[in-house]
């Protein structure tokens, strides 16, 4: 089955610089990958998704690439603001497939200093 | 409503005693899905739903949980004799239909501590 590896475990970076945090997976079978970022108390809320037929996607300050050939996905924060402190997911799941379940990364604690 | 609800939010009990986990999905919304989330781990999946059918069951940990939907809206996910290790957050999520691709919206969980 699917296998999702997310790193770092944490990051902690300054008001206004760039976070990124990498994913790798191991189905090939995958092609679609959200992002989900989750606040303390709170359900995960997806950012950002991309689709196997995409390299990458930009959302204002987010952005998320994807290397099929090597399995590996990322998601770029710029310009960093406090309110980006959360815990972030990355999950992959079968586009092609009736069942849809995400198979998720352990996780990215991201603090944002001011 | 708005957005998917789950209730208890919080839920204390003791080793042993059965406990209920309701969602509420996004109306509209025929798949359905369980995940479980413990400490400083990523979230596993339980179960899924395509209306009131749960095609594969293999994600329940054990012969303890079992999931039933009724009227292709709200679903129960059933702990049964509770243990310490079932501790955790129990999320449930939903999309417009079943199939990888379609976006899932998430509640804000049940959290369960098993005494």
């Known amino acids: 089955g699917e296998n999702v590896e997310q790193h770092p475990s944490t990051l902690s970076v300054q008001e206004g610089d760039s976070a990124v945090i990498k994913c790798t997976y191991s189905?090939?079978?995958?092609?679609?990958f959200p992002w989900y970022k989750q606040e303390l108390g709170k359900g995960p809320q997806l950012i950002i998704d991309i689709r196997s037929n995409v390299g990458e996607k930009k959302d204002q300050r987010i952005a998320v690439t994807l290397n099929k050939t090597a399995k590996h996905f990322s998601l770029h924060i710029t310009e960093t603001q406090p309110e980006d402190s959360a815990v972030y997911f990355c999950a992959a799941s079968n586009h092609g497939g009736s069942q849809g379940n995400l198979i998720f990364g352990k996780g990215t604690k991201l603090s944002v200093k001011p | 409503g708005a957005g998917v609800s789950q209730s208890p939010s919080n839920k204390v009990t003791e080793k042993g005693k059965d406990v209920e986990l309701r969602c509420d999905p996004i109306?509209?919304?025929?798949?359905l899905y369980w995940y479980r989330q413990s400490l400083g781990q990523g979230l596993e999946f339980l179960i899924y739903?395509?209306?009131?059918?749960?095609?594969?069951k293999s994600g329940l940990p054990s012969d303890r949980f079992s999931a039933e939907r009724t009227g292709g809206s709200v679903s129960t996910l059933t702990i049964q004799r509770t243990q310490q290790e079932d501790s955790a957050v129990y999320l449930c999520?939903?999309?417009?239909?079943?199939?990888?691709?379609?976006?899932?919206?998430f509640g804000a969980g049940t959290r369960l501590s098993v005494l």
């Open positions: 189905d090939s079978a995958s092609n679609y």
């Open positions: 109306s509209g919304h025929t798949a």
């Open positions: 999520a939903s999309s417009l239909r079943s199939g990888g691709g379609n976006i899932q919206y």
């Open positions: 739903f395509q209306g009131n059918s749960a095609p594969d």
